[in-house]
């Protein structure tokens, strides 16, 4: 268990070593709105999660056209929070200037000085609203510990069963503002991409109009190399992009099991005399890491319920399937008792008819018989009549010659 809550306190710095980490929803999610990923200094503050409108999501936001801003989380202490904004509102316009994407936005917020009230045109529900919020000024909100060695950050208290539930490590690369979001691979998605032993980093997304997207670079591409140097993971990828001397680096990619070489523009850095050069913003320290405590206890329980919910649902499944197959056999063995029954009581039918027409036949038999006997009685005993008849014929006819001759008289 120990071991366990280690791991997430890394994955947990190395989320807020990223800069302006974006914390992706399925591959959405932009950062915090504080300013543009693309420098500058804005310092304008809206306090809200952003996302842009996809096609899927028209359906769930009720909304008839794919543009504008979803909002995926509130910062409830930060302008957008004390103004009622929601999570799953839509911005669709700023002081009547209509909002295309969530880039766009950001872009806004960081031309707009602190301190101004601006009129936000939203979609809750579907249905329309103005809301009025006054940015704030994300310097004077937020501030760093003067003592960093006093910093402390402790874990809560999350009881969590001993079971193993994936992780992945998803980092942004917005210091050096390449545009992509990319993650380490597993060694069966390396299978899946082409890439012997999963060494490599997953593009998971390319901003529009960013300097990734402008080299050529697209979600699915697996980087094995930077400036010839072998990639492993996203650590390495990082360290190679900061590493790099010029202003391009050459990154050789595997699309479509074939590898691809891209050169990647990189603007100027910052400082780098500064303690902490490219890693992070000092100023959104505090509310990034604020944000990622409060998101790792409700991703660590949701990963965990979910989990959950996927053994119970598993061990429903073979329940229902051992039950299903023991109905089926009972099934399959009373339609064969019921089968060898209607066989045997064919059977007896068969056989009373065999019976019952046999006798018939025996009965015609002898009644045919009988009638034959009947009459040949009565041919005989019209033979008999016949000769009686022929011999008194022949009787009366000697008598008649007797008579006629004389030669017999009566006495």
Not at 317 to 343: I, N, S, T, Y
Request: glycine share 6%.
């Amino acid at each position: 268990m120990t071991h366990r809550i280690l791991l997430g306190m890394l994955v947990l710095t190395m989320v807020i070593s990223a800069p302006a980490a974006q914390r992706a929803t399925d591959g959405a999610a932009e950062s915090w709105v504080f300013s543009s990923d693309e420098g500058g200094g804005g310092s304008s503050y809206l306090g809200v999660d952003i996302a842009d409108v996809t096609a899927e999501r028209l359906s769930q936001l009720k909304l008839k056209e794919e543009h504008g801003a979803e909002i995926t989380m509130v910062d409830e202490d930060a302008p957008a929070g004390k103004a009622g904004l929601h999570e799953h509102d839509v911005i669709l316009s700023m002081n009547g200037t209509a909002v295309d994407s969530a880039a766009q936005l950001r872009r806004m917020i960081k031309e707009t000085p602190a301190g101004r009230v601006v009129t936000l045109g939203i979609s809750r529900d579907g249905q329309p609203m103005t809301i009025k919020v006054q940015l704030a000024d994300r310097k004077k909100a937020m501030t760093w510990p003067t003592d960093m060695h006093e910093f402390k950050f402790e874990m809560p208290d999350i009881k969590i069963p001993d079971i193993d539930v994936p992780m992945s490590v998803v980092i942004a690369h917005s210091s050096l503002r390449s545009g992509l979001m990319v993650e380490n691979i597993t060694p069966q998605l390396g299978d899946f991409f082409g890439v012997k032993g999963g060494k490599g980093v997953l593009v998971r997304s390319v901003e529009k109009g960013s300097h990734g997207e402008k080299a050529g670079f697209h979600a699915g591409d697996v980087i094995v190399k930077v400036n010839g140097q072998a990639v492993h993971d996203a650590s390495d990828f990082t360290h190679a992009l900061r590493e790099t001397k010029g202003d391009s680096a050459t990154v050789i990619v595997v699309r479509d099991r074939r590898e691809q070489t891209l050169t990647l523009t990189l603007p100027s850095r910052r400082d780098s005399g500064q303690l902490l050069e490219e890693a992070f913003d000092v100023d959104n320290l505090t509310a990034q890491l604020r944000t990622a405590q409060n998101a790792l206890p409700k991703v660590s329980t949701e990963a965990m319920q979910k989990s959950l919910a996927a053994a119970r649902a598993q061990e429903k499944a073979a329940d229902a399937q051992a039950e299903c197959r023991e109905k089926l056999e009972e099934e399959q063995q009373r339609m064969k008792e019921q089968v060898d029954e209607q066989k045997d009581q064919l059977q007896e039918q068969m056989e009373d008819r065999q019976e019952r027409s046999l006798d018939q036949i025996r009965d015609r038999q002898e009644e045919e018989q009988n009638r034959i006997r009947e009459q040949q009685d009565q041919y005989r005993e019209q033979q008999e009549q016949h000769r009686e008849q022929q011999k008194s014929m022949q009787d009366l006819q000697k008598k008649m010659q007797h008579e006629m001759t004389g030669e017999w008289m009566e006495i």
